[in-house]
Each structure stands twice: as structure tokens, then as C-alpha cells.
């Protein structure tokens, strides 16, 4: 094993902390200007980087053409456990509004409902010596291949709309085209890569960024409208949460990839000299983020730091961008007499929550779920976030001082890893000094129903009035009408299972509550035609361990999660105490009865425990778009191990025939049809 690096000569200091007897202030004072966190940029629209800003609704054009160019880019990740910046070496987005002090956050893309966005992805990595040519698509594959998935967008899946069943290869320009219908609902979503075989190791490089989808719709008497419109004089922040776990390596053996330079507890090591890099699945897998002693970054910033005023009311876009491990957000006051060393490993930042950031935290106000607003604002002072999941919330500072960003511990079966993670700190926020806040549930109300008084018309303004005094209901926002038992035109089944009996694990998906039933992906496969205009309820278990279900194009209604004794713990209120640890609640299911999303988890306590199996009932509609795409878990490196399927929306009637047998596989087929860029 490699020698642990030595402590650098020049330590760094976070902000407002007291510099320590060994630092030397200047260094420490411009590494420190360094990590003040700011929005992306916005792409297209060479918008600077702001601490925070209030986003106004600009008037763009109704069609614009962006560029994204995926290269390998050289650029360092701020390590705390040396204090020093590792240099790295990550396949990325690259060219106009990348920001190069943080290149490893792509650029926000912004639309409005109605617009139509082209997006040139040029794939100028090298040649791929991991893409087989023997069809085989299930397992990590084709590197540097890629393509682009709009997450969570209502837009057309098929030809250049939101179509991943493409491979974009080396050396390939392809112009993506989201047409943004005009009633598509505001909201925050985000993009990334998607190509089956490269999905974890490219997101985790950094291959993923906000969008937003901004409305101006007012909300009519017999209409809902934009929450935009409520929230509009607010601040907002952008949260992109990366989970870049780059590793440094021993040289090749016989072309081989060297192995990972880790101690023997699993934490990460860069020597001197080494440049970090995310070329190998052997990256992932339960238990490895952690072990890595990697830090989850913040717009491309590790450990930032925020600054605000007490009493401001903000909204806060946060995204789950990583690949698998789950994030528990919790806002902590730090005691005042709290200083952080100027290096410190996973082990002492879990020393020092303890010491100085481990009281309950201050509760937020969640809006919006996977960009979608909710019938009702839930306050809380934790929020888990699941790969892929997004909240938006309305954050104030009740006090002056410094607070901690926190990953809080989670209970066992509420976490990817299947274990109970020890805390870590995701970062800080500065405030200084404002107005008092003694009541925080009734200061956003009293600010929210102001800003409907001043901005809501004459005729829905009571009625809006009304709903925020009433629990901070949102009624009039909610962007989809209730799907009734009474619509439903037809009913779907999915089990999601891991198949460990033999030496090559297969991940897996049924079409049924029975793991017999389950296969892992085959892209030549059709695994399911649904009727255009239909209305379907789906019954989701897992069958082996817990796994965020993610469905593309249409989003779902929440009808109920059952847990293994009987009870609904979606409904708010609701305790869910089977966690998986006894007395020990899972805070992520109550509250969701109703609530829209595209993500969700599906939990188990399998196979720990063979009754602990949850059924989570959902209602979709399938509304405008023809075509083929899919659904998948939204751990990555299990979506690239083949647990996914083909899903296809059809006319009444209608049937898609799979490739026949001596056809090449539809995504070979679809390579085939790039034009290299001249």
C-alpha cells in the first residue's frame, strides 16, 4: 500500500473559522475566497457564476442552439484530509459557460415552457478500447461513448428528442432536439449522461447539471399556475450535489488496469505526483463512497461555503447528481467556539459534527418534489435524497453565525449501502447579522402570503390567501390534476432483484411481484407496450435489497407505500419504523401520499429479513408521446449491470415488434447511423 500523504506546509482554513498557529494567512485567505459557492453558470447564456441571485424570468427565444463538448480535462478537487488540491484527470463537459475554476459541474440549461432547445454533443474523447463489438451490453462497456438524457423533461423520447438508446462515439457530433411543450410544468430537473455501459463512471466524473424549466402562468379560477410566479422576489440557490469518486492507481501490468492506491480501511490515496481518475467499476459498489474518504461536492466545490442574512427567505434547487450513495440533508447551527483543523479525514469531520454541529438542525420548507410543486409545503429538518431525487425548499436562517451543511446518518434500510452511514459534512453557511426569526413556520408563511397579495390576480388572490394560511397549502400550483382509482385503464408490476447464486451477479427486472420472472436488460428486447391516452397503476417491489425506481418521459403519483406489517407509511404523519434498526425511523416515506415524482425508492429489508418486502402503489398517464425508452434503477452502476428495461408507449391497438433475430441489437443499429463531424 501507498505511504499515507504527508500534512502540506501551507494548511487551509474555512471561512470565519480562526486561523491556526501554522497557517499562513495569505495562502489560506485565497484557497478559501476559492470555495465560496456559486450558482453554475447558465448555459447559452453567459450568465456569470453569483453567490445568490434572483432569477427573473428573461425573455429568451423561442429556438436556441447550445453546445456540449465531452473531453478529457484536466483540473483539481480540493482534498480535506491533506488540505491540498488533487490533481485529476475526468472525462467532462467542456467549452462555452463551463466555468474552468469548477469544471466538473456542468452548466444549467434554462427554457420556458414552449421552447426548443438543440443541443451539439460533440464526443471529442479518444477512441474506445472498452466498446466490444460483440453486442454485449449488460456490464460496464464503451467508455467513451456517451449520449444525453433531460431527467425528468415531458418532451418526446424517440429520434433526436430524449432518446438514450443512442451511442454517441468518439469522434460523432449529434444535435438533440427538446421541443418543451407549452404546458410543460416549471420546475427543477436536470441532464446527464446516459449510455448503457458508461453511465456511472461518466456521471461520476461530473457529467450531469441542472435544468430548469421557469414559468410565468398565473394561476385562473379554473386553471393552476406556475409556483414561479409565488416565489419569483425570492432568492434562489442551485445545489448540484456530484459524488466524484476519482481514484489514483498503481501503473498497468500487461495492459491491465492498475489497482486502486487505497489504506486498508479503503480510504483513497494520491501520492505526489499522482493525477486521479475514474477509468474502472471497480469504483463502485456498496460500501465504496464511503470508504473512500471521498467528500459529496457542491457545484463542483468541496466542503463550500454559502453566505446569506438572517431572516432571508430563499429557495433552494437542490439536485441528487451522484451515482448511488444516499444524502440525508440536514442545516445545523455550529457552536460558536467551534474551530475546524486545517486537514481532517472522514473520522475526525464526524468527530467534530459531534463536538460542534449535533443538535437537531433547523427545519426547511420542501416545495417541490422531482421538480413537480406539492399540494402542501412540508416542513422538515431532513431531507434524503435518493440517486436522482430533487426538493426544492424554503430555507431562512433564524440566527446570525455559522451553520453546518450535514449528510446525517440515515437509518439502515433507507440507504443505498444497506447500512446506517456515520455523518458527514457537506459544507457551510455564513450568516451575518438581519432580521429575527422567531417563529420560523409562521415567518415564511406571513412572507409567502405578502408576496401572493402582491403578485396573485384579484379573483384567485383569496383563495391562494387562504391555502398558506391553512398549513402552507399549494393547491393552485400543483402542475397535475389527481389521478382517480375510477381513471385507471390498466395495471403494470415490476420486482426489481439482484441474482447472486452463481459467480456472475446479474441485476435484474420482472414484469411481475416474482423474482422467477426477472431479466436483466436486453436492448433487442421489448419489455412492455403501453396504450397511448392509457392510464396505468403500477405495483413496485424489490425483491433484493432497496433501489430507486426511475421512469422516463411521463412522472407518477404516489398512491401508497405499504410496509411489511400493513401500514401506509406514505401518509403524512406517518412513522415508518421498520428501518431496518429497531426504535430507529426512516423519515423519507411519510408525507409522499399524493405527491408527484419521477424517482423513487423502492425499499426492502431482503435479505435480512424474508417478510420485509414494501409495496409502493403508483398512477401515471401516458400523454402525447409515441416511442421507446426506459425505466431503470437509478443506482448507475446497477442501471449499467443490466437492471433496466425497454418500455414503449403505442397507438390504441398498436404493437412494436422487437428487432427480429438476425438483426443487430437497436443500439447498434443506432451507432450506425452517426456522421463523424467533418
Known amino acids: 500500500m501507498a505511504v499515507e500523504p504527508k500534512i502540506p506546509i501551507v494548511p487551509l482554513l474555512l471561512a470565519g473559522l480562526a ?26 447564456q453567459g450568465i456569470a457564476p453569483q453567490s445568490l441571485s434572483v432569477r427573473t424570468l428573461q425573455p429568451l427565444p423561442h429556438e436556441r442552439v447550445l453546445d456540449l463538448n465531452i473531453e478529457y480535462t484536466d483540473g483539481q478537487i480540493y482534498n480535506p484530509t491533506t488540505g491540498l488540491y488533487d490533481k485529476v484527470r475526468l472525462r467532462s463537459y467542456n467549452g462555452t459557460d463551463v466555468d474552468p475554476s469548477t469544471p466538473y459541474v456542468s452548466p444549467t440549461i434554462e427554457a420556458v415552457p414552449g421552447n426548443t432547445i438543440r443541443v451539439n454533443l460533440h464526443n471529442d474523447l479518444p477512441a474506445d478500447p472498452t466498446c466490444a463489438s460483440d453486442g454485449h451490453m449488460d456490464g460496464p462497456h464503451c467508455f467513451n461513448g456517451t449520449n444525453l438524457h433531460t431527467h425528468g423533461l415531458w418532451v418526446n423520447p424517440a429520434g433526436n428528442g430524449d432518446n438514450v438508446l443512442l451511442s454517441i462515439n468518439p469522434g460523432v457530433t ?39 424549466i421557469r414559468g410565468s402562468r398565473l394561476p385562473t379560477l379554473t386553471a393552476n399556475g406556475d409556483l414561479d410566479t409565488l416565489l419569483k422576489d425570492l432568492p434562489e440557490r442551485v445545489l448540484v450535489f456530484q459524488q466524484i469518486q476519482y481514484a489514483c492507481r498503481y501503473p498497468r501490468a500487461n495492459g491491465v488496469l492498475g489497482p486502486i492506491k487505497q489504506t486498508e480501511k479503503g480510504a483513497y490515496i494520491c501520492d505526489p505526483g499522482d493525477v486521479g481518475g475514474i477509468e474502472g467499476y471497480d469504483q463502485f459498489g456498496p460500501g465504496t463512497w464511503p470508504a473512500s474518504g471521498r467528500y459529496t461536492s457542491i457545484n463542483g466545490v468541496v466542503l463550500p461555503t454559502f453566505q446569506t442574512k438572517q431572516g432571508q427567505v430563499e429557495r433552494w434547487r437542490m439536485i441528487h447528481a451522484g451515482v448511488r450513495d444516499t444524502i440525508s440533508l440536514r442545516i445545523v447551527k455550529m457552536k460558536p467556539s467551534a474551530k475546524l483543523a486545517a486537514t481532517f479525514s472522514q473520522a475526525e469531520a464526524r468527530a467534530f459534527i459531534q463536538d460542534s454541529c449535533s443538535d437537531s438542525g433547523i427545519s426547511y420548507f420542501r416545495v417541490a418534489a422531482d421538480g413537480l410543486t406539492m399540494a402542501q409545503a412540508q416542513g422538515s429538518n431532513l431531507s434524503v435524497f435518493q440517486p436522482g431525487y430533487r426538493w426544492d425548499a424554503l430555507t431562512v436562517f433564524p440566527e446570525a453565525g455559522r451553520y453546518c451543511l450535514i449528510d446525517a446518518s440515515s437509518p439502515a434500510a433507507g440507504s443505498v449501502n444497506g447500512d446506517a452511514p456515520n455523518p458527514s459534512l457537506l459544507g457551510f453557511v455564513d450568516v451575518e447579522p438581519g432580521t429575527t426569526v422567531p417563529d420560523l413556520t409562521a415567518y415564511v408563511r406571513d412572507a409567502l402570503v405578502a408576496a401572493a397579495d402582491a403578485a396573485m390576480p384579484d379573483d384567485v388572490k383569496p383563495a391562494v390567501i ?51 420472472d426477472a431479466h436483466p436488460y436486453d436492448p433487442s428486447r421489448l419489455d412492455r407496450q403501453l396504450s397511448l391516452g392509457g392510464v396505468d397503476e403500477w405495483t413496485l417491489q424489490s425483491h433484493f435489497v432497496s433501489h430507486p425506481f426511475h421512469i422516463h418521459v411521463n412522472p407518477f403519483q404516489v398512491v401508497s407505500i405499504i410496509d411489511p406489517t400493513g401500514k401506509d407509511v406514505s401518509v403524512a404523519g406517518a412513522v415508518d419504523d421498520d428501518g431496518g434498526q429497531p426504535g430507529i425511523a426512516d423519515p423519507q416515506y411519510p408525507g409522499l401520499k399524493g405527491v408527484w415524482k419521477d424517482t423513487l425508492w423502492i425499499k426492502s429489508l431482503l435479505p435480512d429479513d424474508p417478510t420485509g418486502l414494501y409495496t409502493i402503489t403508483i398512477r401515471t398517464r401516458y400523454q402525447r408521446y ?45 451507432m450506425q447511423m452517426h456522421t463523424h463531424k467533418p
Open 466 to 516: 387562504a391555502d398558506l394560511r391553512d398549513g402552507l397549502k399549494l393547491s393552485k400550483f400543483v402542475p397535475h390534476p389527481d389521478i382517480a382509482e375510477s381513471e385507471v385503464t390498466g395495471h403494470q408490476e415490476l420486482t426489481f432483484f439482484i441474482d447472486t447464486s452463481t459467480d456472475d451477479t446479474k441485476f435484474e427486472v420482472s414484469n411481475t411481484l416474482s423474482e422467477a
Open 19 to 44: 486561523l491556526a498557529a501554522i497557517g499562513a494567512a495569505p495562502a489560506a485567505a485565497q484557497q478559501t475566497a476559492e470555495r465560496l459557492v456559486s450558482n453554475p453558470r447558465i448555459l447559452g
Open 626 to 670: 409515441i416511442g421507446e425508452f426506459v425505466l431503470h434503477c437509478h443506482i448507475l452502476d446497477h442501471e449499467d449491470g443490466g437492471m433496466m428495461q425497454n418500455v414503449a408507449i403505442v397507438l390504441p391497438n398498436g404493437d412494436v415488434s422487437a428487432p427480429k433475430a438476425d438483426a443487430p441489437p437497436l443500439q447498434l443499429q443506432q
Open 174 to 212: 449529434f444535435q438533440y432536439e427538446y421541443n418543451i411543450p407549452g404546458d410543460h410544468p416549471a420546475g427543477t430537473f436536470w441532464y446527464h449522461t446516459h449510455r448503457h455501459g458508461s453511465t456511472a463512471l461518466q456521471v461520476s466524473s461530473g457529467m450531469a447539471g441542472a435544468l430548469i
